[in-house]
Nanobody, 128 residues
Framework: QTKLVESGGDSVQSGGSLKLSCAIS????????LGWFRQVSGKERERVAS??????????NAVRDRFTISQVSQDKTTKTLYLQMDGLKPEDTAMYYC???????????????????WGQGTQVTISS
C-alpha cells in the first residue's frame, strides 16, 4: 500500500525558511514523478514544484529561485521528497501536499492525475 506523509510545516516570519519532507512508502513505480502542491482555502490546488526519475525539477514561476525540490531513494519502494523553501512570503501561506505517481499516463508527462497518490498535507503559515 502506497503511503505519503508530509511534515515540516510551521509558522514563520516573512523572509524565513522551512524544509518540508514527504515520506513515501510502498511506491512501486520505477519511472515516476514526485511533486509538491499547495492550496489555500477556497482556491484551486496549484503545483509548486515537481521532479522526475532522472531528477529534472520544474518550478512554478512564483517560487522559482526561492524553493528547491529534491528526493532521496532509500530503496525501490521507499523515498523521501523534500522542499527547501527560502525567502518565504506571506503569499506562500497554504496547505502543502506531496504527490507521487507514474511519469507518463496516456502519453502525458507527470500529469499528477487520478493515478497519483497524495499525502494529507502540512500547513505553512508566513506572517509579515
Amino acid at each position: 500500500q502506497t503511503k505519503l506523509v508530509e511534515s515540516g510545516g510551521d509558522s514563520v516570519q516573512s523572509g524565513g525558511s522551512l524544509k518540508l519532507s514527504c515520506a513515501i512508502s510502498g511506491f512501486g513505480y520505477s519511472s515516476y514523478c514526485l511533486g509538491w502542491f499547495r492550496q489555500v482555502s477556497g482556491k484551486e490546488r496549484e503545483r509548486v514544484a515537481s521532479i522526475d526519475t532522472e531528477g529534472s525539477p520544474t518550478y512554478a514561476n512564483a517560487v522559482r529561485d526561492r524553493f528547491t525540490i529534491s528526493q532521496v531513494s532509500q530503496d525501490k519502494t521507499t523515498k523521501t521528497l523534500y522542499l527547501q523553501m527560502d525567502g518565504l512570503k506571506p503569499e506562500d501561506t497554504a496547505m502543502y501536499y506531496c504527490a507521487a505517481g507514474p511519469k507518463f499516463t496516456n502519453g502525458k508527462y507527470c500529469p499528477f492525475g487520478s493515478r497519483y497518490y497524495w499525502g494529507q498535507g502540512t500547513q505553512v503559515t508566513i506572517s509579515s
